[in-house]
């Protein structure tokens, strides 16, 4: 059953938090340490044995106590039933994918995933002779022409990274269940305030908490949920041999950011929505690509998929100098440049989509906006003033 919105925020503020003894400290604390003792042989060897499964206190690789009480809080926002978790979102995917991938298989990628994860599989699991094949998304659950025996798995995004497609995931996780193909998902942009992914059939959910959930860019973290407990195990077993791990500051932190979470979302969506419709008025812009927006490819997907937007999206200006595109970005005095999102201040980033299933060819500049926790108004007073420098006009 779906969580309903109000057991959304319950779960928010009830789940995380110290066991119930009288005099409990309010928060987690701040877990450090590597050896974990025991006060008998056989307790030791009982814990070794169960090492791998969550909640067993055994080595400080394996998890503390703060990881698995995040873990569990996680579990119960996505409806999973175990979650794993990482260094960094790119270590959530890297070694999902290489948990998944045998030499010798063939695996399907988004054409619009994340620029790390299309390196990973470009320069290590071809490596490995994982045979890579992208695909447009937006084909949707046609992407069942596309499997071959040896497919193992198909690794996608929405919305895509720097286009914002959003893609008919239902569809492409009910193929992939009825040949056998494991759905691994990117489900960093919605979080799930909006977006519960293993709802929609995936099986396995990744996405990185160093945006939205930690909030505050102080934090690197990567989460794996999934539904089946077998699967979930098998990618955790990887993520432990390979001896990823997740410090002790960061757990808190994403404790910590998981309170605010719903609030900060529902303020960035209004606030991304706001300055997004500003912006689409504007002669310099010839296309916003927001997914709540019908400019957007998939937005009919959006309204029926996801309970709302993230402050991540795209605007498409029309044909301009280079030169001029890069005057207005230094003349943005509240939107800072640089990569990542998800935390408190407005970010402006310039993208250059690679694509290869179908290429990006839409004339004009492409820029990445992330709206933050700013006055919407000075916002937009900072667009209106670096605006004049694109000269490119709705004639261009
Ligand atoms: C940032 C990001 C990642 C990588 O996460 P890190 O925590 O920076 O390693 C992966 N996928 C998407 C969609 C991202 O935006």
Redesign the pocket.
């Known amino acids: 059953m779906a969580k309903t919105d109000s057991e959304i925020k319950d779960s928010l503020v009830q789940t995380g938090r110290p066991d119930r003894v009288e005099g409990r400290q309010v928060n987690m604390p701040v877990e450090l340490g590597s050896t974990m003792v025991f006060d008998t042989l056989a307790a030791f060897e009982a814990a070794r044995a169960a090492r791998y499964r969550p909640g067993t206190l055994y080595y400080g690789r394996y998890g503390n106590a703060a990881c698995f009480k995040l873990e569990d809080a996680l579990a119960d926002l996505e409806a999973a039933s175990i979650v794993t978790l990482t260094s960094?979102?790119?270590?959530a995917?890297t070694l999902t994918l290489m948990e998944l991938m045998a030499p010798g298989t063939h695996l399907l990628v988004g054409d619009n995933v994340?620029g790390?994860?299309r390196a990973f599989c470009d320069s290590v699991l071809t490596k490995q002779n994982v045979a890579i094949e992208y695909f447009d998304p937006m084909i949707g659950g046609d992407v069942a022409a596309l499997f071959r025996s040896n497919t193992a798995a198909v690794m996608f995004?929405a919305p895509g990274?720097g286009t914002f497609e959003i893609c008919d995931t239902p569809a492409i996780t009910q193929v992939c269940k009825a040949h056998g193909v494991t759905s691994v998902f990117?489900g960093?942009?919605a979080t799930p305030i909006f977006c519960r992914p293993l709802e929609l059939g995936i099986d396995v959910l990744v996405?990185?908490?160093?945006?939205y959930v930690s909030g505050h860019s102080d934090c690197?973290?990567?989460v794996i949920a999934c539904s089946d407990a077998d699967l979930a195990m098998r990618i955790r077993k990887c993520v432990m041999a390979v001896g990823d791990k997740t410090g002790g500051q960061e757990v808190m932190l994403a404790l910590r950011g998981l309170r605010t979470l719903e609030l900060r979302m529902n303020a960035i969506e209004a606030a991304g929505r706001h300055v997004a419709g500003w912006l689409a008025q504007q002669p310099q812009v010839k296309r916003l690509l927001h997914p709540a927006f019908e400019s957007c490819p998939g937005h009919a997907f959006w309204k029926r998929d996801y309970r709302g937007a993230a402050g991540l999206f795209g605007v498409v200006f029309h044909p301009c100098a280079d030169d001029d595109l890069r005057a207005f970005v230094d003349a943005l005095h509240h939107f800072g440049i640089g990569v990542?999102?998800g935390g408190y201040e407005s970010l402006v980033l310039p993208v250059k989509p690679v694509r290869v299933a179908r290429h990006w060819d839409e004339p004009g500049a492409l820029v990445r906006f992330s709206i933050g926790l700013e006055d919407t108004q000075t916002l937009i007073d900072d667009l209106a003033a670096a605006l004049p420098l694109l000269k490119t006009g709705s004639e261009a």
């Open positions: 960094s979102g790119v270590a995917i994340y790390n994860t995004e990274s990117d960093t942009w996405y990185s908490a160093s945006k690197m973290l990567g990542s999102w």
